[in-house]
């Protein structure tokens, strides 16, 4: 397995969470990293990106209070989600691939994907 995701928890609103993902290095190089989520009956959508320059960009309904961020040493991925909404609850995936600019949380773009990690907030 190549992306591995971890921190899923079942947690109340208004609590924090933060999720990682240990990625091999040879896709670590990609350009793009990126955490998606899929709620029951919705389809994946984008959370938020991190380029290798450090560039975010982040979906509007987490702005504020998720944050990407990644450790280039040990090539992990995070998201640090705070101030967590029954509407946050989803599997949450990360991918890393080449998005460009602009279009960073589209899942075209991505082709690797890890398993996912469930987060519930109720």
């Known amino acids: 397995v190549q992306l591995v995701e971890s921190g899923g928890d079942s947690v109340q609103p208004g609590k924090s969470l933060r999720l990682s993902c240990q990625i091999s290095?040879?896709?670590?190089?990609?350009?793009?990293k990126a955490w998606f989520r899929q709620a029951p009956g919705r389809k994946r959508e984008g959370v938020a990106s991190i380029e290798t320059d450090g560039r975010t960009t982040y979906a509007n309904d987490v702005k504020g209070r998720f944050t990407i961020s990644k450790d280039d040493a040990k090539t992990i991925l995070y998201l640090e989600m705070n101030n967590l909404e029954s509407e946050d609850t989803a599997k949450y995936y990360c991918?890393?691939?080449?998005?460009?600019?602009?279009?960073?949380?589209?899942?075209?773009?991505?082709?690797?994907w890890g398993q996912g990690t469930q987060v519930t907030v109720s």
């Open positions: 991918a890393a691939g080449h998005a460009p600019r602009g279009r960073d949380l589209e899942e075209t773009f991505y082709n690797f």
């Open positions: 290095s040879y896709i670590y190089s990609s350009i793009s």
